[in-house]
């Protein structure tokens, strides 16, 4: 059976289950997070929500996280393995 596109919206006063940016029927956004209940709109009253956007904690500037970058001159390369066949030299040999 085909399922694209049937599947329903949530609609206003339902509990949001994903932080994220909501867009509703009239095309206003809205950043919500999980446990809110989505909010009625002043001319349309009830409306149904659409996820446009996730949000992202360590992404929130649209840089990626200094700590998630590979570092090309990084002192410490004792602890890395950087050929697949190397294997860490363990004093216990």
Request: charged share 45%; aromatic share 6%; proline share 4%.
């Amino acid at each position: 059976m085909e399922r694209k596109g049937k599947d329903l919206l949530p609609l206003t006063g339902e509990k949001v289950e994903v932080d994220g940016i909501y867009v509703d029927e009239d095309g206003h956004e809205q950043h919500l997070h999980r446990g809110q209940h989505f909010p009625s709109d002043v001319v349309l009253g009830d409306s149904e929500w659409k996820m446009t956007e996730y949000a992202f904690d360590n992404h929130h500037d649209g840089r990626t996280d200094e700590r998630l970058v590979p570092k090309e001159d990084d002192e410490d390369k004792k602890g890395k393995i950087t050929h697949p066949r190397r294997r860490l030299q363990r004093g216990d040999r």
